[in-house]
């Protein structure tokens, strides 16, 4: 026995926009010192500034896919709400591959009562139950309302916290909802400040993407031999 390994997760910005990979990192850095792994943090630069129209989504699709054949690492966090190529993956035996919105919805699961989903348009609506259908936790969605921003938007906080307050507030006091995740990995730095307004669980999966991935590895470091 020569000691140990580090294991290493690798979290994919499935947009091009180095700005969401800042912020991604930002967000993370401080919570995931808890974790004794290397987490390295990048982005798909082929695809687009911002994944929110059905053309975006099936670019987003096929290079998440490509990308992740090519890298290396004991584990993958696909940082973007729609998972794409999570299942085509898992298929292919990739089953070290975690999507940031069927684990934000898991946990979700696991807070007591329904959980709401606060998504960018009305566009990501139908695709998010698709997924929490998938996940076979539909009979926990309370509702999923949209902001009306686009993911760039997301960090202007003037003009994007007052919206989400509205729809927030409509999940937790007239659908019922007990727990809040946050339907883009944009919206983290949002995080925080919301779940001290609500008073509920606010859920921001790439945290809930990057904690699966720690736990499917096991133990946080390997022995070699």
């Known amino acids: ?18 700005s969401v990979t800042k912020g991604l990192k930002d967000e993370l850095s401080a919570p995931t010192k808890l974790f004794n792994v290397s987490i390295e943090y990048t982005q798909i630069d082929g695809a687009p500034k911002a994944i929110e129209t059905t053309e975006d989504v099936e670019l987003s699709h096929k290079l998440t896919i490509a990308f992740v054949k090519k890298a290396k690492a004991d584990a993958f966090v696909i940082a973007c709400f729609g998972d794409p190529g999570i299942i085509e993956l898992r298929d292919q035996g990739y089953q070290n591959v975690f999507g940031i919105g069927e684990s934000a919805m ?11 989903i606060l998504s960018i348009s009305n566009l990501s609506i139908k695709r998010h139950e698709e997924q929490v259908a998938r996940a076979g936790l539909s009979s926990m969605l309370a509702g999923d309302l949209p902001i009306g921003l686009g993911v760039l938007e997301l960090k202007i906080i003037e003009k994007t916290r007052p919206r989400m307050e509205k729809m927030a507030r409509c999940l937790k006091e007239h659908y019922g909802a007990k727990s809040i995740i946050l339907g883009c990995a944009g919206m983290g730095l949002h995080r925080a400040w919301l779940q001290d307004l609500l008073n509920i669980p606010v859920i921001e999966p790439c945290w809930a993407g990057v904690t699966m991935a720690v736990a499917s590895l096991g133990t946080s470091d390997s022995i070699d031999a």
């Open 1 to 18: 026995m020569t000691g140990f390994k580090q294991k290493k997760i690798l979290v994919i910005n499935a947009n091009s926009s180095c």
């Open 106 to 116: 898991h946990m979700a699961a696991n807070m007591g009562g329904k959980f709401g």
